[in-house]
């Protein structure tokens, strides 16, 4: 878990929705995506696609840490949104970008440049 060092503690996830615009969505989520946080994300990302839009981007810039159930959301998520005719990707943070490599992820999800 990555911690801020200022206050020894992990950052909070947030995820908001950031721009709706003619059938596409922006989804901001930022901090840390762990154990204990990817239930929610996914529950709340999942939440904020009701609407089902046709394209969404989740800007995840601001993820400081992700393990590896984090991963398993955004690949529930991948698959949620391939079965809802839904184009979906995602802007990774340095980190979460590494870490999708490392576990051979970029053949499954698509990365915006």
């Known amino acids: 878990m990555a911690f801020n060092t200022e206050t020894g503690q992990s950052a909070p996830l947030t995820v908001v929705e950031a721009a709706r615009s003619d059938g596409a969505i ?3 989520v930022a901090g840390d995506v762990d154990i204990s946080t990817s239930p929610r994300l996914l529950e709340e990302t999942r939440a904020l696609l009701e609407g089902a839009p046709r394209v ?3 800007d995840m810039t601001g993820v400081g840490f992700c393990d590896s159930s984090g991963l398993s959301v955004l690949v529930q998520l991948n698959r949620f949104c391939e079965e809802s005719g839904i184009d979906l990707s995602f802007a990774p943070s340095k980190v979460l970008r590494r870490a999708i490599e490392l576990t051979g992820l970029l053949t ?3 990365i915006a440049e």
């Open 26 to 28: 922006t989804v901001e």
């Open 56 to 58: 969404v981007m989740v």
């Open 108 to 110: 499954t999800l698509k």
